[in-house]
């Protein structure tokens, strides 16, 4: 396992009059290679649970682990662990500062003092990976559209070559067309180069089609951890915490109350697509 939670518990402010617990008895393991999706409802303790991933947080008691060691052991180095373990904040292109796209990419590079060579080696190939064209490169930042800065804030955390790749909320915010920039990105990160991805989503119809295993999250503590397919046969569950399932799921269901002869486990348009067309070639 890359990445593991035991019995983990987050208080914020715990001293004092306003504290509140964020994570409970978290026990979580995260393996290499796999695409996860991580849901709950706001409150529900994602983006608590994911800067404890690579030592942003530390736990109020219980133990993160980092391919077997803790983050709170004195011989931990986080600033190598932050490297390896990657997190895009929610609206990642408010971090973008330098002058040129180019720049911005390398400054996490230059920051592990890296020869030159090795630093621009880092930035042109995570620049060419997430789909950040050339003639920008020498561009403000600023002067592109909001898919084009999602990118570059991305591949300025894969510049640092990370093992894991957290995403809050990457897609927030944008049109049609550059949230599935987006996500293209990701699922080409995951297949070609093997990255483990995290992502924090809002979106059932993202998490079904992308995603091999979601968590989820409700009131601090882990109530699901499975497949798509399994998460969302508990359609009922997860509305009562304010969640839903993807459309189609929910088209699908409807139809099979009223006496369609549909499968269960359907989670993406394709497939539904296909099921339909089953259905209607028996009848």
């Given at each position: 396992m890359i990445l593991e939670f035991k019995d983990v518990n987050y208080i914020y402010d715990p001293d004092s009059t306003i504290s509140s617990v964020a994570l409970k008895d978290i026990n979580l393991s995260i393996r290499e290679g796999v695409f996860y999706a991580l849901i709950g409802h706001t409150g529900s303790g994602k983006s608590t649970l994911i800067q404890h991933m690579n030592g942003l947080i530390q736990p109020t008691s219980g133990e993160v682990l980092y391919k077997g060691m803790s983050l709170r052991d004195k011989n931990a180095d986080l600033k190598m662990i932050r490297s390896r373990v990657g997190l895009v904040f929610q609206y990642p292109e408010h971090q973008l500062f330098e002058t040129t796209v180019y720049d911005d990419v390398a400054f996490g590079p230059k920051n592990l003092k890296l020869p030159k060579d090795e630093i621009d080696a880092r930035v042109k190939e995570a620049l060419i990976l997430t789909g950040v064209d050339e003639s920008v490169w020498q561009n403000s930042p600023f002067e592109l559209s909001g898919g084009q800065k999602r990118r570059v804030a991305i591949a300025g955390?894969?510049?640092?070559?990370?093992?894991?790749?957290?995403?809050?909320?990457?897609?927030?915010?944008?049109?049609?067309?550059?949230?599935?920039?987006?996500?293209?990105?990701?699922?080409?990160?995951?297949?070609?180069?093997?990255?483990?991805?995290?992502?924090?989503?809002?979106?059932?119809?993202?998490?079904?089609?992308?995603?091999?295993?979601?968590?989820?999250?409700?009131?601090?503590?882990?109530?699901?951890?499975?497949?798509?397919?399994?998460?969302?046969r508990h359609a009922e569950e997860l509305k009562n915490m304010g969640l839903s399932v993807p459309q189609v799921t929910d088209v699908l269901t409807r139809l099979k109350s009223k006496g369609w002869p549909v499968k269960d486990g359907i989670i993406t348009v394709s497939e539904a697509a296909d099921e339909i067309m089953r259905v209607l070639g028996k009848a």
């Open positions: 955390v894969l510049a640092m070559k990370p093992e894991v790749l957290i995403l809050d909320e990457p897609t927030a915010g944008l049109d049609p067309g550059g949230r599935d920039e987006i996500l293209n990105v990701l699922k080409r990160l995951h297949s070609e180069e093997k990255i483990t991805i995290i992502l924090v989503s809002h979106s059932m119809e993202d998490v079904a089609g992308y995603a091999d295993r979601i968590i989820v999250m409700n009131k601090g503590h882990i109530e699901y951890e499975d497949s798509p397919v399994q998460i969302f």
